[in-house]
Nanobody
Framework: VQLVESGGGLVQAGGSLRLSCAAS????????MGWYRQAPGKQRELVAD???????TYADSVKGRFTISKDNARNTVYLQMNSLKPEDTAVYYC??????????WGQGTQVTVSS
């Protein structure tokens, strides 16, 4: 199973980006999928996740600005990021959680927000 993230880049504060995570298998097999991020010198943290049934969870720091969604037909999960702030700068990782198996991580995509 492979997860490939894309859509990162450099954006000014207040701007938007949409991240994509394409899976090499049918994502319906996963209990949930999520986006995490890790800034330099900090621990990796959950940004948002979405369950097989479509329920979503967000970190308090991104509520109202970020939206996670998925397209089962395209085996892809998205993270729409609006009103970006410099503190959102990090490497963003996609993670898939299969039923009863360890999580699977993507390689990450860099998001840099300039002030």
């Amino acid at each position: 199973v492979q997860l490939v993230e894309s859509g990162g880049g450099l954006v000014q504060a207040g701007g938007s980006l949409r991240l994509s995570c394409a899976a090499s298998v049918n994502i319906f097999r996963f209990n949930s999928m999520g986006w995490y991020r890790q800034a330099p010198g900090k621990q990796r943290e959950l940004v948002a996740d979405i369950t097989r049934g479509g329920s979503t969870t967000y970190a308090d720091s991104v509520k109202g600005r970020f939206t996670i969604s998925k397209d089962n037909a395209r085996n892809t999960v998205y993270l729409q990021m609006n009103s970006l702030k410099p503190e959102d700068t990090a490497v963003y990782y996609c993670k898939a959680d299969p039923f009863g198996s360890p999580g699977i991580w993507g390689q990450g995509t860099q998001v840099t927000v300039s002030s």
